[in-house]
């Protein structure tokens, strides 16, 4: 099993310019989060997904939108990139309600 | 809402000293309580997790934490560090509902080792 999988690892982008973050993962989980992690800051969720089909925003959802194409697959799409959303990405999934959550390796993102 | 403080941003620990870092959480309820670790360039990797009972939870790589309601604390201690144990470690506590477990997580203690 590969767990969680994101692309790209690296991204460098303009101001203004859009991406898509992509999370897959392959234990059957119900539930997916996107995660930004600040320096000092720790993580804070960005949107969740509790189950295939629901989407839900989390404390810092503004600049962002995500879509759970299937069960498996949770992206993440900023339209117009900011330099504040540089930042270290990270999906994560957990089986359902009091499980732990399990990390992908994450995505460095630099907005200039 | 949640909240988790640790309040030591960096500590500096000699190989084979034991080690404790601390966590101090805030929730209205019955908390779901975490430490992950994070190795640089790396995702997160649970330790440990505390959801009810024995108040002393035993983790990976020797890890263990004590979840004590009286201090809302939740620290996790390792009695001889391993050089290999440098990384950046998160308390996070949970808040769990039918619309899934939200993690709060605190802002991370950075744990260097010296030979």
């Known amino acids: 099993n590969a767990g969680v999988t994101q692309t790209p690892k690296f991204q460098v982008l303009k101001t203004g310019q859009s991406m898509t973050l992509q999370c897959a993962q392959d234990?059957?989980?119900?539930?997916m989060y996107w995660y930004r992690q600040d320096p000092g800051m720790g993580l804070r969720l960005i949107y969740y997904s509790a189950s295939e089909g629901t989407t839900d925003k989390g404390e810092v959802p503004n600049g962002y939108n995500v879509s759970r194409l299937n069960k498996r697959e949770f992206s993440l799409r900023l339209e117009s990139a900011a330099p504040s959303q540089t930042s270290v990405y990270f999906c994560?999934?957990?089986?359902?309600?009091?499980?732990?959550?399990?990390f992908g390796p994450g995505t460095r993102l630099t907005v200039l | 809402a949640q909240s988790v403080t640790q309040p030591d941003i960096h500590i500096t620990v000699s190989e084979g000293a034991s080690l404790e870092l601390r966590c101090n959480y805030s929730y209205g309820a019955t908390p779901y309580l975490f430490w992950y670790v994070q190795s640089p360039g790396q995702g997160l990797q649970l330790l440990l997790k505390y959801f009810s009972g024995d108040t002393l939870v035993q983790g990976i790589k020797g890890f263990e934490a004590e979840f004590k309601r009286s201090q809302s604390s939740f620290n996790l201690r390792k009695p001889s560090v391993h050089w290999s144990d440098a990384a950046e470690y998160f308390c996070a506590v949970g808040a769990f509902s039918n619309a899934g477990n939200m993690l709060t997580f605190g802002g991370g203690t950075r744990l260097m080792v010296k030979p």
């Open positions: 994560a999934s957990s089986v359902l309600a009091g499980n732990e959550q399990f």
């Open positions: 234990m059957n989980h119900n539930s």
